[in-house]
């Protein structure tokens, strides 16, 4: 046989090979499509969100801008509780909800750059991140994911709506506080500080790298203070309100707000306050005229929460344009997530 002949026969042996290998993949794949599928969905939206190495500096976007004052955008991220599992939620649908709202920000962002320039975005992220374990009894069973793989799919998620932020936004301020589920062990057994909200934050900073025109302090306090030009507000989880009846915190929101804002709260200066934490869409103004945003979970299908607010909430977060110059928010809205699936 000619060397060449001996060549393309070799060829031939490693082509049949490479098809035998992939039929036989194919025959495996047939026979448990449906699994696999499953399997190949969850792996994807998991991988997907997880940073492969240290991500490079993100270039600084260039815009054309309209001509009107600056407007500054507040993106209240909150109460993903993610790893929760109900009917119609999961990590997964967590994942996919989260992105729709980063993309959502970029693309209104964008809408009101015809008129305004936008060069900056705060970003608020509002604690209960994660649905913890052992927050409750039971909850074992309500969860799709271990601590540790909830922790590491929210430090990933969270580092990259950062990312993604900084394609569009000059500068990206971070303010964060920890919730309630990221608590370990039952209430009282560990110092506050042992949080995974926390812990999920300062691993999302370290995934970020070197990033020069983001702003993320860390923040081990129970509030954090958001000062756009003259707007000055104070961000919760709002788990420090208690006593909600008939379904609605109100009363006791407003009543602990007020106290706050005569004296015995933080002592910076605020006007408008952010929470989630009762899952629910509620505006309501202050005496002295602040106004206190209570920003819906993305988590939705909550039985929990049918029985005991009479209200299984409709999944949403919130954003804000801040107008710096005139200290107030000009326009907000709610990002709607149950088409989100
Ligand atoms: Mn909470």
Known sequence: MALEDEINQDELIEGLKRQVVSLQRDARRKHDSQLELVAAVREAAYDAAVLVGKPKPVLKPVRSMGKQKPLVPLLHLTDWQTGKKTISYDSDVAVRRVRHVINTTRELADLMRHVHPINEIVVAFGGDMMEGLGVFPGQV?????????????????????????????????????????????????????????????????????????????????????????????????????????????????????????????????????????????????????????????????????????????????????????????????????????
């Open 141 to 341: 069973y309500e969860v799709d994911a271990t601590a540790y793989q909830q922790l590491l799919t929210v430090a990933h998620l969270e580092a990259e709506c950062i990312l993604s932020l900084l394609e569009d936004f000059q500068k990206v301020t971070v303010k964060s506080v920890p919730g309630n589920h990221g608590r370990i062990g039952r209430k009282g057994d560990m110092p506050k500080e042992d949080n995974l909200d926390l812990i999920a934050y300062e691993l999302a900073r370290a995934y970020l790298g070197e990033q020069k025109r983001l702003d993320w302090q860390e923040n081990l306090q129970w509030h954090d203070h958001i000062v756009i030009g003259n707007y000055k507000a104070l961000l919760i989880h709002g788990d420090e309100v208690k006593g909600g009846s008939a379904g609605t915190p109100v009363p006791p929101l407003q009543r602990k707000i007020t106290q706050w804002a005569a004296g015995g709260g933080p002592p910076e200066e605020w006007d408008d306050v952010y929470l989630g934490h009762w899952h629910q869409n509620v505006v309501t103004t202050l005496p002295g005229g602040g106004m206190v945003r209570m920003t819906p979970s993305s988590e939705s299908g909550s039985i929990y929460a049918s029985q005991t607010m009479g209200a299984a909430g409709v999944p949403a977060q919130r954003l804000m344009f801040i107008h710096p110059g005139k200290g107030r928010v000009i326009s907000e809205q709610l990002i709607w997530l149950e088409d989100v699936t």
